[in-house]
């Protein structure tokens, strides 16, 4: 469909846009457009832009990122259709490994998300190959690589369930999420947390691996300072003041 970039609504329809072509190609799966439209409403709360407070997270995520022994980007359906090539380029210049993780599993769809990976630079993408159990899900998202998810001790997951992030932190892993939902439960459960369209998060991330590379004691203090929870107090807060700002006509 050719939208007019004169459109006001041009970036967002352009994701929806993106998230369809997803679907048709077999990347994304069918409730992936329903989280995504969650997505969009809390994006509208927030006045679709990087907040103060996803700026702060987005840089403690590249410092964790950066500190990391074994950092893994894990991507689903919708990170794969609205930002595969964020991704690659975030993984090469952390350097980090990538896993196709997915809640509604099937081989194809990895393949394909895989194949989609690869066409922007991804030398190697694990997820195929899964040969380990992340313990306490039952379900197909418990399936990863020994060598990739299962043995990361940093792990990035965009756009998550709250079961998988919170078996990821019992496992002892540090975990990294970008969710427009504050309140959702990945939200909480994770140790960073980026309240972001993810289209803008991942190159933000990118952007702060660059200007936080070689500062190492400057990483280790901010993430040591780094408090989750006060983070999404501030999101919350933000939302609220902005709500009571806004006229309806103005
Ligand atoms: O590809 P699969 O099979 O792994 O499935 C992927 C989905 C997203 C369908 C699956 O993980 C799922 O059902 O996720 P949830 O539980 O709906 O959670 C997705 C979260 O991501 C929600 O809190 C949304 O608000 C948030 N979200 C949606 N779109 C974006 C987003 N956050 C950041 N950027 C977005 N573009």
Request: overall charge neutral.
């Amino acid at each position: 469909m050719g939208i007019p970039r004169s459109h006001p609504r041009y970036q967002s329809l352009m994701l929806r846009e993106k998230l369809a072509d997803g679907l048709r190609e077999g990347l994304v799966h069918e409730t992936g457009l329903i989280a995504h439209g969650r997505g969009e409403a809390f994006d509208y709360l927030i006045g679709e832009e990087t907040i103060e407070a996803a700026d702060d997270a987005a840089r403690v995520a590249a410092a964790q990122l950066l500190l990391a022994d074994d950092p893994v980007i894990s991507v689903n359906g919708n990170a794969a259709a609205l930002t595969a090539k964020e991704c690659v380029s975030l993984a090469k210049t952390v350097p980090a490994k990538l896993e196709v993780n997915l809640f509604h599993r099937s081989k194809g769809r990895v393949r394909r998300i895989v194949s989609e990976l690869k066409k922007y630079g991804a030398e190697r993408v694990y997820g195929l190959n899964a040969d380990s159990l992340i313990p306490g899900l039952d379900h197909d998202r418990a399936l990863c690589e020994e060598t990739g998810i299962f043995g990361a001790d940093v792990v990035l997951v965009p756009l998550e369930d709250g079961d998988r992030c919170e078996a990821l932190k019992k496992m002892e892993k540090t975990v990294v999420t970008i969710d427009l939902n504050p309140l959702s439960r990945t939200a909480r459960a994770a140790d960073v947390t980026i309240v972001d369209n993810i289209v803008r998060a991942i190159p933000n991330i990118e952007r702060w691996v660059g200007e936080l590379r070689g500062k190492e004691e400057e990483m280790r203090k901010i993430v040591k300072m780094w408090n989750n929870e006060k983070n999404l107090r501030n999101v919350l807060s933000y939302i609220s003041k902005r709500l009571n700002s806004l006229q309806v006509y103005p």
